[in-house]
């Protein structure tokens, strides 16, 4: 064993190669086991990616650019693949996201020692564990942040925040960050352009200087602070506060890695002020650049704490699965409520997407009862496993003999206005691989309310 370890550090490329696949693997059991449900735009971004190349870009006015690359993504992954094709996506983003946190780590190291630490303390954040195991506008973002102006606007405000931290330091030598705030944003307005598609009132510059909405937005203020501080994680900021106090972190790097913190922060609350609504995920681009800047800060600095701060976050991410009401109770309201407590999220408590790519023969055929009455997105749902498995057949809770006397895979689906809901019976171990009950409040949309989850897959 020495000796092996010997012969890879005389080959520091192969190891950092087998740092980043091990990287990998770890996010694609999280991607896999993952059980946080899937929110009704990332069921979106799936389904329409199989048959729209424009997406629903012309009725939303959402970047167009992020369905091109959906679509021809999905496309090149042939249908004999199976269930692995409706989660190609996430699987692509997934990759794309931990090879550009290995390329980022290698261009700011010279050791490979160097190279793990500032790799670890980027991978394990629950901002990245988080957001790289699901398919939204903000995954494309965290690995393609210059071309992500295309993708979402508000990443325009991240790329500024890295030009002007950077300026001082590296001066003209930034131009294809200008080029890409530029370009990036005339690109993208043009297609919307050719699309005809009309303002949908998100927000941006325009609300940002309407100074007579703020005070509404400004009341969130302290939402949009603890979730900026939880991603960039307290430990971290600690660490770093106290280590700059000892004289640390005075050469032009880490000044410019304290402005981009800085900034990063400042953006995020901008963002707040620009947005229609109250959307955490709408100042993820800023907020990453947060993350990138004070774990690099701290991977700088003495091993040990960067260690125990890496440590603590097992505590957030092994918090993802909980069974609700204790899911996400570690993470700020403004992230677990949008993203989890609300009617938005399809399947929660079962590791869908893992089900899915390795469901064979039992996703064709499907014989699935869905019941109608006080359901919540029914339809979500049978879009859904329309294009996900093969000649899938619906009955609902009128149509229990017929569902019973169906030849093929049995599926139970029963989301629903309940205040309180039995767990009996009706998914036998002997006939059901993956079953999820549970009581979800729906804070997000309407505090109080009470959504019950039946997931029972076969």
Same mark, same amino acid.
């Given at each position: 064993?020495?000796? $092996?370890?010997?012969?890879?550090?005389?080959?520091?490329?192969?190891?950092?190669?087998?740092?980043?696949?091990?990287?990998?693997?770890?996010? /694609?059991?999280?991607?896999?086991?993952?059980?946080?449900?899937?929110?009704?735009?990332?069921?979106?971004?799936?389904?329409?990616?199989?048959?729209?190349?424009?997406?629903?870009?012309?009725?939303?006015?959402?970047?167009?650019?992020?369905?091109?690359?959906?679509?021809? $993504?999905?496309?090149?992954?042939?249908?004999?693949?199976?269930?692995?094709?409706?989660?190609? /996506?996430?699987?692509?983003?997934?990759?794309?996201?931990?090879?550009? /946190?290995?390329?980022?780590?290698?261009?700011?190291?010279?050791?490979?020692?160097?190279?793990?630490?500032?790799?670890?303390?980027?991978?394990?954040?629950?901002?990245?564990?988080?957001?790289?195991?699901?398919?939204?506008?903000?995954?494309?973002?965290?690995?393609?942040?210059?071309?992500?102006?295309?993708?979402?606007?508000?990443?325009?405000?991240?790329?500024?925040?890295?030009?002007?931290?950077?300026?001082?330091?590296?001066?003209?030598?930034?131009?294809?960050?200008?080029?890409?705030?530029?370009?990036?944003?005339? $690109?993208?307005?043009?297609?919307?352009?050719?699309?005809? @598609?009309?303002?949908?009132?998100?927000?941006?510059?325009?609300?940002?200087?309407? @100074?007579?909405?703020?005070?509404?937005?400004?009341?969130?203020?302290?939402?949009?602070?603890?979730?900026?501080?939880?991603?960039?994680?307290?430990?971290?900021?600690?660490?770093?506060?106290?280590?700059?106090?000892?004289?640390?972190?005075?050469?032009?790097?880490?000044?410019?890695?304290?402005?981009?913190?800085?900034?990063?922060?400042?953006?995020?609350?901008?963002?707040?002020?620009?947005?229609?609504?109250?959307?955490?995920?709408?100042?993820?681009?800023?907020?990453?650049?947060?993350?990138?800047?004070?774990?690099?800060?701290?991977?700088?600095?003495?091993?040990?704490?960067?260690?125990?701060?890496?440590?603590?976050?097992?505590?957030?991410?092994?918090?993802?699965?909980?069974?609700?009401?204790?899911?996400?109770?570690?993470?700020?309201?403004?992230?677990?409520?949008?993203?989890?407590?609300?009617?938005?999220?399809?399947?929660?408590?079962?590791?869908?997407?893992?089900?899915?790519?390795?469901?064979?023969?039992?996703?064709?055929?499907?014989?699935?009862?869905?019941?109608?009455?006080?359901?919540?997105?029914?339809?979500?749902?049978?879009?859904?496993?329309?294009?996900?498995?093969?000649?899938?057949?619906?009955?609902?809770?009128?149509?229990?003999?017929?569902?019973?006397?169906?030849?093929?895979?049995?599926?139970?689906?029963?989301?629903?206005?309940?205040?309180?809901?039995?767990?009996?019976?009706?998914?036998?171990?002997?006939?059901?691989?993956?079953?999820?009950?549970?009581?979800?409040?729906?804070?997000?949309?309407?505090?109080?309310?009470?959504?019950?989850?039946?997931?029972? /897959?076969?």
């Amino acid at each position: 064993m020495p000796l $092996v370890f010997e012969r890879l550090k005389a080959r520091p490329q192969l190891l950092r190669a087998l740092v980043t696949a091990a990287g990998l693997a770890a996010i /694609l059991a999280v991607l896999f086991t993952r059980t946080t449900g899937i929110h009704f735009d990332e069921l979106n971004y799936m389904i329409r990616s199989m048959y729209e190349w424009t997406g629903d870009a012309v009725r939303t006015g959402k970047p167009y650019a992020f369905y091109l690359l959906n679509y021809a $993504v999905i496309h090149l992954v042939p249908v004999s693949t199976g269930g692995v094709r409706p989660v190609s /996506l996430h699987l692509f983003y997934a990759t794309l996201c931990v090879c550009s /946190l290995a390329w980022l780590a290698a261009k700011a190291t010279d050791t490979t020692a160097q190279f793990v630490w500032h790799f670890a303390a980027l991978l394990c954040a629950p901002f990245f564990v988080f957001n790289s195991t699901q398919l939204m506008m903000e995954t494309a973002v965290m690995p393609m942040l210059t071309l992500a102006v295309l993708f979402k606007e508000t990443a325009a405000a991240a790329v500024f925040i890295l030009f002007a931290a950077f300026w001082p330091r590296l001066g003209r030598r930034l131009w294809p960050l200008a080029l890409a705030l530029v370009a990036g944003s005339g $690109v993208q307005q043009v297609m919307l352009t050719a699309l005809h @598609v009309p303002s949908h009132g998100y927000g941006g510059l325009f609300t940002l200087l309407d @100074v007579s909405t703020w005070s509404v937005r400004v009341k969130l203020t302290w939402q949009y602070l603890l979730m900026w501080m939880f991603y960039v994680w307290p430990m971290t900021l600690l660490a770093v506060a106290v280590l700059y106090a000892r004289g640390w972190f005075r050469d032009p790097y880490e000044r410019a890695l304290l402005s981009l913190g800085a900034l990063s922060l400042v953006a995020t609350f901008v963002i707040q002020l620009a947005s229609n609504y109250p959307m955490a995920r709408y100042a993820y681009p800023t907020v990453w650049l947060g993350v990138i800047a004070f774990a690099f800060l701290l991977a700088r600095g003495p091993r040990l704490l960067a260690a125990l701060s890496i440590a603590m976050y097992v505590f957030p991410i092994g918090n993802m699965w909980r069974a609700d009401p204790s899911r996400f109770s570690l993470w700020p309201s403004l992230v677990a409520n949008e993203a989890h407590y609300s009617s938005y999220a399809i399947l929660p408590g079962v590791p869908n997407l893992g089900w899915l790519a390795f469901a064979g023969h039992r996703r064709e055929y499907m014989c699935i009862l869905l019941p109608r009455e006080r359901a919540v997105g029914p339809e979500w749902l049978e879009r859904y496993f329309e294009r996900v498995t093969v000649a899938p057949r619906f009955f609902d809770e009128s149509q229990l003999a017929d569902f019973r006397r169906c030849e093929g895979p049995k599926a139970i689906l029963r989301k629903q206005h309940q205040e309180t809901f039995a767990c009996g019976p009706e998914c036998p171990k002997a006939l059901f691989s993956q079953r999820a009950c549970s009581a979800t409040e729906n804070r997000f949309i309407s505090p109080g309310q009470m959504l019950t989850n039946l997931t029972c /897959l076969p």
